[in-house]
């Protein structure tokens, strides 16, 4: 049988797929259909420090092979997740990673230092890169496109800011999940590198807008969102290629992986694990066939551990 097991820093996966945040909730509300302890890991719903209701609705729009979203982080605040839904987690032997964003770097190192204390918790996420909320510390200046402010993992100086202050709050494993709105993502990843990330997300959704033509008005409550799914595949498998090339750090690919086949493309430019996103809304199983048919692919092509695919698109 093929060996799927990974690791990206300390962290130990029994295999690379994990379910992302965002789509699976906080992992105990999918315990009813789907093994959790099959998974790669899986990464909760982003957290903040108070419970936030998010954006008006309408919160989703279908797109051509794909989905835009404007969410906005609904969610119950990083003391109820501790409180309610880390407890149910424990029972599961799933590798939990939490992901969490601050509107300061002050209040993410409060949040980080809250995790390191938790049991149950096997790596913390810093989501940089929501493209749905307008925060209000940590980039005060629009732009010059005018599009609302900067999100942190669009400036290498704020990423490195974040992700030391982070650093010195826990001794868990650091994901620093980066925004593919940039020119250039190398500067931003090499930060996050240096400031003491173990591995890197790549990457976050990309800002779009769906407009109707009977009502002049966005399809959504909100003027942008962030599209995801298959449609993305393509530019998010480029973005780990180009960011492979930069850093050490282990790289998550996200964006649009449905099937194994769209796993081993990330894995082939340079991941060392992928994360499954939009596809759980059709599917919550979707994760368990990504995995299952990544372990086919192996045996079909003679492969016996997960290195043979990594980054082979460069060899």
Not at 170 to 190: E, F, G, Y
Not at 201 to 222: C, H, I, K
């Amino acid at each position: 049988m093929p060996d799927l097991h990974v690791a990206l820093g300390a962290l130990r996966l029994n295999n690379p797929v994990l379910a992302a945040a965002g789509t699976f909730g906080y992992g105990v509300e999918f315990a009813r259909a789907v093994r959790l302890e099959r998974l790669g890991g899986l990464i909760t719903k982003t957290l903040t420090r108070a419970p936030r209701d998010g954006n008006p609705a309408p919160r989703l729009v279908e797109t051509a092979s794909g989905l835009l979203n404007s969410v906005g982080l609904q969610n119950i605040g990083l003391d109820a997740f501790l409180r309610e839904k880390l407890p149910a987690l424990r029972r599961f032997s799933v590798p939990v990673i939490v992901s969490v964003l601050g509107e300061s770097a002050e209040e993410l190192s409060a949040m980080v230092g809250a995790l390191d204390a938790a049991e149950g918790v096997s790596a913390i996420e810093l989501n940089l890169s929501c493209p749905n909320i307008q925060p209000t510390a940590r980039s005060p200046d629009p732009p010059a496109s005018g599009h609302g402010p900067l999100m942190v993992a669009q400036d290498a100086e704020a990423t490195a800011t974040f992700v030391k202050t982070a650093r010195q709050a826990t001794r868990k494993p650091l994901i620093a999940k980066l925004s593919p709105d940039v020119t250039d993502m190398s500067p931003v990843a090499r930060a996050a590198e240096r400031a003491g990330a173990d591995a890197l997300s790549v990457a976050n959704t990309f800002t779009g807008m769906s407009l109707d033509p009977s009502t002049r008005r966005s399809r959504l409550g909100t003027l942008t969102g962030g599209l995801s799914g298959p449609a993305i595949r393509p530019l998010a498998v480029y973005r780990v290629w180009y960011t492979a090339q930069t850093v050490r750090l282990p790289i998550i690919g996200v964006g649009g992986v449905v099937r194994a086949e769209d796993a081993v493309e990330f894995l082939l430019a340079g991941a060392s694990a992928v994360a499954v996103g939009t596809a759980n809304f059709a599917d919550p199983r979707a994760p368990l066939r990504v995995a299952q048919g990544l372990e086919r692919y192996m045996s079909a092509h003679g492969l016996q551990t997960l290195r043979e695919l990594q980054g082979a698109a460069n060899r």
